[in-house]
């Protein structure tokens, strides 16, 4: 298994709902990424985790809560957004090697949409 | 600061030769990678590329790091409609942060 799953693909949420994005992968990677893409934009770096914890934080506002349950699993918990974080939501994975870059394979994203 | 530029538009015939350029500030870059991104989707690898290589082919793909003037370029040969993405380049140095360009959108005609 060489890929990296989102879901959901779409969400539309209201400013007052809570909800989380789900992101899987099975390639042994140890560290997992969250990015917000706005429409022909870069991606941003949101969130990275190590082993399972958090080790980069990119000022993220905290109406966006990262989990990482497992070496598996990724979660973005979403509590009152506000309709500027409209964004394709993409997750990533890499590995760990020491001392050197781990090229980042990145899942399909969740398009979300806060109304 | 760091920073990666890219022209921001490509278009081309469909079996031609598409080239695009890329150019970096952060000499500390140890990887450049070439990533692409079809209309609502997430992004692919395509390719990537030590700093201490010249070239690196791969099928339809070459690239060319020109480490002196920091400009990297990706070349599809026989481009291709299934070819019309963005297409972003982004450094990487010993730590987990991409720096990336804004893309190039990439259009083939056929």
């Known amino acids: 298994d060489t890929e990296v799953t989102q879901t959901p693909k779409h969400l539309v949420m209201g400013m007052t709902n809570k909800k989380s994005l789900k992101c899987e992968q099975h390639?042994?990677?140890?560290?997992m990424y969250w990015y917000k893409q706005k429409a022909k934009k870069p991606p941003e770096l949101m969130f990275v985790?190590?082993?399972?914890?958090?080790?980069i934080n990119e000022s993220v506002p905290s109406r966006f809560s990262p989990e990482c349950p497992n070496s598996s699993l990724l979660n973005l918990h979403l509590h009152a957004l506000q309709p500027e974080d409209s964004a394709l939501y993409l997750c990533?994975?890499?590995?760990?090697?020491?001392?050197?870059?781990?090229?980042?394979?990145f899942g399909p994203g969740t398009r979300l949409t806060v109304l | 600061g760091e920073d990666v530029e890219q022209s921001l538009f490509l278009s081309v015939r469909e079996g031609d030769s598409s080239v695009i350029n890329c150019t970096y500030t952060?000499?500390?870059?140890?990887?450049l990678y070439w990533y692409k991104q079809e209309p609502g989707a997430g992004l692919q690898l395509l390719t990537y590329?030590?700093?201490n290589m010249d070239m690196k082919q791969d099928q339809r793909l070459t690239v060319l790091l020109n480490k002196k003037d920091k400009h990297l370029s990706l070349r599809i040969a026989d481009t291709q409609t299934g070819d019309s993405a963005i297409y972003f380049c982004?450094?990487?140095?010993?730590?987990?942060?991409?720096?990336w360009g804004l893309g190039t959108s990439l259009a083939v005609n056929p």
């Open positions: 590329i030590f700093s």
């Open positions: 990533a994975s890499s590995q760990e090697v020491a001392g050197t870059y781990n090229e980042q394979f």
């Open positions: 982004a450094g990487a140095g010993n730590n987990r942060k991409l720096i």
């Open positions: 952060d000499s500390s870059s140890t990887y």
């Open positions: 390639m042994g990677h140890r560290a």
């Open positions: 985790y190590s082993y399972e914890k958090l080790s």
